[in-house]
């Protein structure tokens, strides 16, 4: 009996035993896999930060290749402007050149006209001269009653037509249409105008005139239009004709292209 009770003991305390190691066991495994997930977990974490970063960096990378695109592509526009700007430039430089060169040769021609003139009304006055020099045989006539003379207008030879109000005797005053030809350029038709002028008003039939207004057109537009003091003219053969034309007027109208036209030419 006491065998039996000894034996029985002994068997509760091995499985006593066995029961307490086998839990230490399942404890330090336990213990073991918590450590494995917190390394994978550890793990997982730096993976994702440094995925996170090299996200970062390819952001920030792309970022700046935009913004060097955006800087290159205005760089282009400003460069593109630029050199439109320049090419206005020249090309507004080239246009005044011209009108510069087509008023000297416009005001070239008018004196070499002029001269002309001059010279044939000379030649003609001496020939008279020497007509009147020959003794003559005049029967007497009764004088006759002529009729005022016009007044001429063909130093206008670049016009169409030209239309004349003289009211001389009324209120001292001469009024022309002028009527230029289309093609002309507005401003180079001015110019013309007024270098004409200048000798215009100084014609014998113009003589009692005080003022002369002068009305410039290109078919049914008006394109500019001024008016003449005879008593402020100076005439200067060693300056520019519309110099003195000018000075001695008051402009009363002028469309926008006669008047770049005439700032550029430095003629009004």
Sequence with gaps: ??????????????????????????????????????????????EAEKEAKQKAKEEKKKAKEE??????????????????AKEE??????EEKKAKLEAKEAEKEEKKKTKEEAKLKEEHTGKEKEVQEKPQVIESKPKENKSKTAIDTSVFEYANSVQITDAIDLNNHVTLIINMKEATKPGLAMQHVVNQTYDFIQQVDVKGAKTIGINIKQGANKIAQFTVFKD???????????????????I?????????????TDSW
């Design 89 to 94: 430039e020249k090309k507004a430089k080239e």
């Design 67 to 84: 913004e060097k695109k955006e800087k290159q592509e205005a760089k282009e526009v400003e460069k593109e402007a630029k050199q439109r």
């Design 232 to 250: 402020k003219f100076v005439p200067n053969d060693d300056e520019p004709m519309s110099d003195a034309v000018i000075a001695a007027s008051d």
């Design 252 to 264: 009363e109208f002028m469309t926008d292209e006669v008047k770049v036209f005439g700032k550029t």
């Design 1 to 46: 009996m006491k065998k039996l009770l000894y034996i029985g003991t002994m068997s509760i305390l091995l499985l006593t035993a066995c029961g307490i190691e086998k839990a230490e066991i399942i404890d330090k495994a336990q213990e073991e896999l918590d450590k494995v997930k917190e390394r994978e977990a550890e793990k997982a974490k730096k």
